[in-house]
């Protein structure tokens, strides 16, 4: 059985795409099944493993549509042993109003997710900026979240929202969801505002923060745009060891469960 897992902010540009793709390749290379899904209808977790997102077949949004496509059949291999994906890209982008009427909706990737979860290990789903109904179908299916931040001023006052949003999904719609954590992405310890303000987030979530952190570098945008996964694009520097260090802490939580 799968432990699935949502990357979530309601604000964009803190990296979620880029630790899931990273998460995804340190996972792979322990040899652990996994399987991306991509939840943004800008497609770019999809842009990563395929040269042209607008030319797939199947994606997400056929899974989530009124004909309901068997995910099965929309799972794709990458160039990655042991990465899968359900990906994703413009076609999501009704996906909102489509679905807004549709309270039984919220569950629609999870039961989808019931059918193939015993093939992998792990699935991590990348979620779109904000926390509309994408994101909503995520932690509804989800076991657990994680939550990119920066350090800066709009991460303090938003992680307490992230906060609620999670605790109504959970009295709501699904009990068995756990914050797993938050972690802190692109730092730049040179500067006395970014440490204040980790401070200030470790001071105030404490056991809620994972202790890696991903520090601001060229080289993570690089193997973001080459569509590698840090582990593959230079797996012997700090920036992989950083992602490394960083599933292991997410096997810690889960052998918990």
Known sequence: MAYKISFINQKGGVGKTSLTLHSSGALAEL?????????????NLS????????????????ILSEESVEISKVIQKTAFENIDIVPANKKLRGLEARLAG???????????????????????MDCPTGLGKPTRIAVVASDYTIVPL????????????????????????????????????????????????????????NESMFQTEFKRSVK?????TTGKPITAYVPNSPEADTAREFVQEILKHVEKR
């Open 47 to 62: 842009a990563d493993f395929f040269d042209d997102i607008y030319e797939l077949p199947l994606t997400l949004a056929d």
């Open 150 to 205: 920066q350090c800066l001023g709009e991460a303090v006052d938003g992680s307490a929202q992230v906060v609620a949003y999670l605790t109504e999904v959970q009295k709501r719609a699904n009990p068995g969801l756990k914050l797993m954590g938050f972690v802190i992405n692109k730092f730049d310890g040179k500067r006395a505002i970014e440490q204040s303000f980790r401070e200030v987030l470790r001071e105030q979530y």
């Open 220 to 224: 993570f945008a690089e193997a973001t």
């Open 102 to 124: 549709l309270e039984d909706s919220q569950y629609y990737l999870l039961e989808e997710l019931e059918e193939i979860e015993d093939q992998y290990d792990f699935i991590l």
């Open 31 to 43: 040899g652990k099944r996994v399987l991306v899904i991509d939840l943004d209808p800008q497609g």
